[in-house]
């Protein structure tokens, strides 16, 4: 069975850091680009960083210089380092993935993790 689990979640006062996981089971991650969106109450799911299974990485506007997404392939990790975090970060992080189509949409991701809490206080 497939298997996305993310842990590293929770509170945190704005300026401060977070490291979040996500460990893939089964062939869920192998060639795979793996991808972090985040979803605030009320609001789309959004996408954060994806990473190639060769290293390249994407941010979306927000997070450059912020956030740092990594992955150990042996491991089946793909991690999401979170710095200067602001309240506006404040969402439920999702890994994903990434099966077709644009790594940018939600849509284009085809395993996705039960998600982790992420709250920054001002």
């Known amino acids: 069975q497939v298997q996305l ?3 590293g ?3 945190v006062q704005a300026g401060g850091s977070l490291r979040l996981s996500c460990v893939a089971s089964g062939r869920t991650f192998n060639g ?7 979803q605030a109450p009320g609001k789309e799911r959004e996408f954060v960083a994806a990473i190639t299974w060769n290293g390249g ?12 997404i990594s992955r150990d ?3 089946r990790t793909v991690y999401l380092q979170m ?5 506006e970060d404040t969402a439920v992080y999702f ?4 099966a077709s189509g644009s790594f940018y949409r939600s849509r284009g991701y085809d395993h996705w993790g039960q998600g982790t809490q992420v709250t920054v206080s001002s």
């Open 95 to 98: 890994c994903g993935a990434h």
């Open 5 to 7: 689990i993310e842990s």
């Open 57 to 68: 990485t994407y941010y979306t506007d927000s997070v450059k210089g912020r956030f740092a």
């Open 32 to 38: 795979r680009i793996m991808g972090w969106f985040r």
């Open 83 to 87: 710095q200067t975090l602001k309240p």
């Open 9 to 11: 979640g929770g509170v």
């Open 73 to 75: 392939n042996p491991k």
